[in-house]
């Protein structure tokens, strides 16, 4: 099936091995899913405190009957293996990494260019699975080879092999992905030290879950060294900054992930995930008219994703808050936030040896290949067969145009483009000055806002105007300092285009202490004057991931 359904556990008794999930799918082949009587799936738990720890586990032909309780609610019933140890096809034994067991990998993607951290999720004497970040998965497709693969124990030890990768998929709902992995090309010696790691790893589980009475400790790999352990009261402090996303945030975080899901899809599938995009486009346009400037202060926490994501999530978003501010029942609002969310798919897509990555300062090559992102993704959207409408084509073709030729790939001016597109235009400049590109720091809004005025012929001013209207010189999502030394989120502005609600985050008299406190207009004056937007990377203010 092409997509994975996301299910709930509502009973599970270990006695007699049952699980019980429960499904929410209003399409009419459902049972498709357990045509084999079987179903494979990956559990993810989020534990800790805050909630902000997971708990991951992948099950592979679990024995499975659907019945159906509703018009579109299913519940599968599972019968779960005796073991959490499972045959390979070709003999060997997979080893999940459950409980706690923790092993840190290193993917090497290009040889001594790109290298992707990651956590092994399960080890066999053939190969592994590994949990990595999703955005790091635009550098990977089934049948890659790489270079290398680094898995390093809590105790210090190391394993390094060349692998391949078999498959790759969205694991979980939090934006990760799992990559499997085949080792090749083993040398006798790799072979012996691989059997050793597999062994201890299965002493290892088996002391875990109590399956084995006769292991009475742990095995000595997975028994945290003095590098583990600073690495693990690191990560420690970074969970305890973070504080609970609200239920907005979490919905525009869900869209940049699939926005990433959809494009692993495109890259690995060869299919175009219509229902993913179409679903991200209608979430943006309720979060919006549910509640605007919540939603607009939402979008400044996709700061620390990947820079195609976050600008294309926040650029769709603007683009559907202006849109429907002038005209709420405007028929070409979802098709024009969806080429705004698709305009710089192109740019993952161009990923290879010669530009590995979209995170570092580019040389100008690199740059000269990344220019070539709107023709990149009009070939692979080529390539899957797919015809787009009119208003999302404009989109994605003309949104780098300018009004004076000066914009790419057709050099288009004036009358050429459309309303819509000056429209985007605007949105997508305004954006780029905002955040740091290239190693260029982001300016200040109001400056911002100066550049592109002083562009006197390349956009329309009458556009720039209504921007600065909507979002004033303190846009909701900023960072403000304030003469008391105190950094905090603006979350609203008045009539006057000032700031009336804010979220408190730092003083700077204690960098190393965060504060989370929501201040209104009335109490302002506590934390002084405004002084001015700054950058929140200058401040170690960031937003931190489950």
Partial sequence: MPYALKAEVIELNLDIG???????????????????????????????????????????????????????????????????????????????????????????????????????????????????????????????????????????????????????????????????????NLSMSQTETLFHFVNESEREAAYR??????????????????????????????????????????????????????????????????????????????????????????????????DWVRHAVQVAGQLADMLLARDPHDPQVREAVLGALLHTMGKPLLISAKLPSLKANMNPAQKAILSGHVAALHEKLGELGLALSPTCRDVIENANERLDGSGYPAGKRGEQLSELVRVVSVIKAINKLLHARNGEPPRPPLDAYRRIHEADTVYDKTVLVEYIQIYGLYPIGSLAKFSGGFLAWVMDINGKGMPSQVHVVKNLRFLNTNISSVINQNDLSQIGKLEGIVNPSDYGVTVLKI
């Fill in 18 to 184: 049952r699980m019980v999930l429960e499904v929410e799918y209003a399409g009419s082949d459902i049972e498709r899913y357990v045509a084999a009587g079987s179903l494979s799936f990956d559990l993810e738990a989020l534990k800790g405190p805050h909630g902000n720890e997971r708990d991951t586990y992948s099950l592979s032909n679990v024995t499975a009957k659907l019945l159906k309780k509703d018009s579109t609610l299913y519940s599968l019933e599972c019968q779960l293996p005796e073991t959490v140890f499972v045959k390979e096809n070709r003999g060997a034994v997979r080893i999940p990494f459950i409980l706690g067991m923790h092993t840190r990998v290193g993917i090497e993607v290009y040889l001594h260019d790109l290298n992707v951290p990651g956590r092994l999720r399960n080890l066999s004497i053939g190969g592994c699975m590994v949990d990595i970040d999703l955005a790091d998965s635009i550098a990977m497709g089934v049948g890659k080879e790489l270079p290398g693969v680094t898995l390093e124990f809590p105790n210090g030890e190391s394993f390094f092999a060349e692998g391949i990768i078999r498959h790759i998929r969205p694991f979980g709902n939090h934006g990760y992905a799992a990559v499997g992995i085949q080792f090749i």
């Fill in 209 to 306: 879950t109590g399956t084995n009475d006769k292991m009475v400790y742990h095995s000595s790999l997975f028994i945290p060294g003095t590098k583990e352990k600073k690495i693990q009261q690191r990560e420690a402090q970074e969970r305890d900054k973070r504080s609970r996303q609200s239920p907005m945030e979490r919905g525009v975080m869900d869209v940049s992930h699939q926005l990433q899901v959809g494009l692993m899809y495109m890259n690995n599938r060869q299919l175009f995930p219509a229902e993913i995009f179409y679903d991200c486009v209608d979430t943006m346009r309720y979060l919006v008219e549910q509640d605007r400037k919540t939603f607009l202060y939402a979008l400044a926490f996709l700061r620390d994703e990947p």
